[in-house]
C-alpha cells in the first residue's frame, strides 16, 4: 500500500469517529496509521500492538482490540480471520465482503454472485427480524495445490493437513491426543 493509501485510509477512519460523536486521541490515531500501514496483509494482534508500541509505549494490546472492533462495528473494517490468530485487515467497498481462503497457504480466493448471496443472507436474517449490518464474512477451505501437497505420503507429519492429520503447525499446537502429533514433529 503506498503512502497517499494510506494516509487516506487513516484519515477515512478518523473523519468517521468524528462523524460518530467519538473521541480522537492520539492513540487512535496512531492506531488508524498502523491499520491502514497494515491492509491487506496477514498480521495478528500482538504485530499490530509492536508496530503501535514504536509510535507510543503507552498503547496497551487491550487497546488495539478495542480499537479493532470499535472499527469493525462501524463498518470501517472488515477482519478477515485466517488460521489461528492471524486476519487480514480490509477497507470494505461494500456492505458485506465474502471471501474464500485457503486454511494451509493463505491464499484469498473471491467468491463469484456476492449480490445474490447477500440478497439471500439479507432475506435470512430478515425473517429472524434482523437486519444485515457491514460484515465480513470469511469461508475456510483448502486449494487444489494444498490438498495435492498434504496428500502426499512423504509430507512431513506436522505439515500434513486435514483428512485425519495434523495441518500446518506452528510449534506448541502439535500435541499429542491432537491428531497424533507432538511437538518432537515440528522442524524448527
Known sequence: MENHEITTAAAGFLE????????????????????????????????????????????????????????GEMGLLNVLYLNEGEFRLEMPKEKLSLTAFCRHCGSLFPLSGGEEKKALLEEWLAESGLELLP???????????????????????????????LGQCRGRRCRKGRGGGSSADVPS
Open 135 to 165: 460484515q465480513s464474512l470469511s469461508i475456510a477451505g483448502l486449494c487444489g495445490g494444498c490438498r495435492e501437497l498434504l496428500q502426499k505420503e512423504d509430507a512431513p507429519p506436522a505439515r500434513r493437513g486435514p483428512f485425519g492429520r
Open 16 to 71: 468517521k469517529l468524528r462523524e460518530s460523536g467519538l473521541r480522537v486521541t492520539p492513540q487512535r490515531e496512531t492506531l488508524f496509521k498502523v491499520f491502514a500501514e497494515s491492509l491487506g496483509q496477514p498480521t495478528t494482534v500482538q504485530d499490530l500492538w509492536t508496530k503501535t508500541r514504536e509510535f507510543d509505549p503507552s498503547i496497551g494490546i487491550a487497546t488495539v482490540y478495542r480499537t479493532i472492533n470499535l472499527l
